[in-house]
T-cell receptor, first 120, second 115 residues
Framework: GAVVSQHPSRVICKSGTSVKIECRSL??????MFWYRQFPKQSLMLMAT?????????EQGVEKDKFLINHASLTLSTLTVTSAHPEDSSFYIC????????????????FGPGTRLTVL | AQKITQTQPGMFVQEKEAVTLDCTYD???????LFWYKQPSSGEMIFLIY????DQQNATEGRYSLNFQKARKSANLVISASQLGDSAMYFC????????????WGAGTKLIIKP
């Protein structure tokens, strides 16, 4: 099956620093990648959708200057949390889809293992 | 509005019993896909099963089956012969055909299997 890696799996940082999270599709080309945020005991909240080579589309209420997303290639997307604060502490999950060109189930997303961010 | 509803925030089930997790959906799109994911305490999202809106038969994957009732807009997940390792959060999700591959998520059900 399709594999998506996410790095780092866990990060602890001081308030005011920036944190970069990488999401890679290892064995397929991802036309679209998604970034989610998940608070404890809650569902996934879509933050943004990114297509390779174009600007990310952010969901309402998500600060694009706070959460910088770069989808530089068909296998890599990065999320940078700029000037992180304690309220940014959360579980961040990326997913990727090959689109209709390679997927066996239309609209199937393959998920990374997640990154747990703790801002002190 | 497109929406997924999971009405069971938590469930306790005895090991080896079957369990049904409820999911209802709302969409006006004629084409859509329905997914179930399992999320253990480690946080990873594990794909379980998929049902397409035009599929005539209910999907099955090992111990997982999806009870798809299109007229009632329900897509319940049935887990047969539950195991302790089935304890996790379970999310139902829907992807309308023209959604740019986005998934609409339910609130989830926390399933705990008792020994």
């Amino acid at each position: 099956g399709a594999v998506v890696s996410q790095h780092p799996s866990r990060v602890i940082c001081k308030s005011g620093t920036s944190v970069k999270i990488e999401c890679r599709s290892l064995d397929f080309q991802a036309t679209t990648m998604f970034w989610y945020r998940q608070f404890p005991k809650q569902s996934l909240m879509l933050m943004a959708t990114s297509n390779e080579g174009s600007k990310a589309t952010y969901e309402q209420g998500v600060e694009k200057d706070k959460f910088l997303i770069n989808h530089a290639s068909l296998t890599l997307s990065t999320l940078t949390v700029t000037s992180a604060h304690p309220e940014d502490s959360s579980f961040y999950i990326c997913s990727a889809t090959p689109g209709t060109s390679g997927g066996t189930i239309y609209n199937e997303q393959f998920f990374g293992p997640g990154t747990r961010l703790t801002v002190l | 509005a497109q929406k997924i509803t999971q009405t069971q925030p938590g469930m306790f089930v005895q090991e080896k019993e079957a369990v049904t997790l409820d999911c209802t959906y709302d969409t006006s799109d004629p084409s859509y896909g329905l997914f179930w994911y399992k999320q253990p305490s480690s946080g990873e999202m594990i794909f379980l099963i998929y049902q397409g809106s035009y599929d005539q038969q209910n999907a099955t994957e090992g111990r997982y089956s999806l009870n798809f009732q299109k007229a009632r807009k329900s897509a319940n997940l049935v887990i047969s012969a539950s195991q302790l390792g089935d304890s996790a959060m379970y999310f139902c999700a829907m992807s309308p055909m023209d959604s740019n591959y986005q998934l609409i998520w339910g609130a989830g059900t926390k399933l705990i299997i008792k020994p």
